[in-house]
């Protein structure tokens, strides 16, 4: 089945672009387009579409609060796609529920894919951010007291390696370019050590490491 995707940008060009990319892949369907929040919230009611990609400072309903209103409502997975990466946009548009954030300097690969990865279930995060987020996250989070202090006995050798990358705050694929090899291991090794910690995110996980290697 397509991916059902709103796109949401107060720009006719932009939203073009936008289209143009997701067109090229058969497996998502563009079910309208709207060009401030409170149409975006209007069209997502409408059409009940698996992703919203949505753009954040619009005219009269900005994207942070049109995320929130979507999501509250359980009317799709808003993936944000935006020009603007300050902390204030960044974390309010995850507060308000979406389930990514990419930069419109993203390639079309990466938007597609996180398209596909938001229908999932799965979030996806630029590069640029990923590391202000865990930063964030790392102050608040709570690391359950069931995780043992003794990672070495715990874990492999490689699965020690990708978790002091998480720390770090690095991606997938920044992962698996550290250590030159493919992101599905990259992703198998993630779950498996998350599984071995008892920890149920990947923050929790970077939580272990900053602990363990600061």
Same mark, same amino acid.
């Given at each position: 089945?397509?991916?059902?995707?709103?796109?949401?940008?107060?720009?006719?060009?932009?939203?073009?672009?936008?289209?143009?990319? *997701?067109?090229?892949?058969?497996?998502?369907?563009?079910?309208?387009?709207?060009?401030?929040?409170?149409?975006?919230?209007?069209?997502?009611?409408?059409?009940?579409?698996?992703?919203? *990609?949505?753009?954040?400072?619009?005219?009269?309903?900005?994207?942070? !609060?049109?995320?929130?209103?979507?999501?509250? !409502?359980?009317?799709?997975?808003?993936?944000?796609?935006?020009?603007?990466?300050?902390?204030?946009? *960044?974390?309010?548009?995850?507060?308000?529920?979406?389930?990514?954030?990419?930069?419109?300097?993203?390639? $079309?690969?990466?938007?597609?894919? !996180?398209?596909?990865?938001?229908?999932?279930?799965?979030?996806?995060?630029? $590069?640029?951010?990923?590391?202000?987020?865990?930063?964030?996250?790392?102050?608040?989070?709570?690391? $359950?007291?069931?995780?043992?202090?003794?990672?070495?006995?715990?874990?492999?050798?490689?699965? *020690?390696?990708?978790?002091?990358?998480?720390?770090?705050?690095?991606?997938? $694929?920044?992962?698996?370019?550290?250590?030159?090899?493919?992101?599905?291991?990259?992703?198998?090794?993630?779950?498996?050590?998350?599984?071995?910690?008892?920890?149920?995110?990947?923050?929790?996980?970077?939580?272990?490491?900053?602990?363990?290697?600061?």
């Amino acid at each position: 089945m397509s991916v059902r995707v709103l796109i949401v940008d107060d720009h006719d060009t932009v939203r073009l672009g936008i289209r143009m990319v *997701l067109e090229a892949d058969a497996g998502i369907e563009i079910v309208g387009e709207a060009g401030n929040g409170r149409a975006a919230v209007e069209l997502a009611r409408a059409h009940r579409s698996d992703v919203v *990609l949505m753009d954040l400072r619009m005219p009269v309903l900005d994207g942070v !609060a049109a995320t929130g209103q979507i999501t509250s !409502a359980q009317l799709g997975r808003v993936l944000v796609l935006t020009t603007f990466d300050d902390d204030d946009y *960044l974390f309010g548009a995850l507060q308000a529920g979406a389930y990514g954030f990419l930069l419109k300097s993203a390639t $079309p690969a990466q938007i597609i894919t !996180a398209v596909h990865d938001a229908a999932a279930g799965r979030s996806t995060l630029a $590069p640029e951010v990923t590391a202000r987020v865990m930063h964030r996250a790392m102050t608040t989070t709570v690391v $359950p007291p069931s995780i043992g202090a003794d990672l070495d006995r715990l874990l492999t050798e490689r699965e *020690l390696e990708v978790l002091r990358l998480l720390g770090r705050g690095l991606s997938n $694929p920044q992962i698996a370019g550290q250590l030159l090899i493919g992101e599905t291991t990259v992703k198998t090794h993630v779950s498996r050590l998350m599984m071995k910690l008892q920890v149920t995110s990947r923050v929790q996980a970077a939580r272990v490491a900053f602990e363990r290697w600061g």
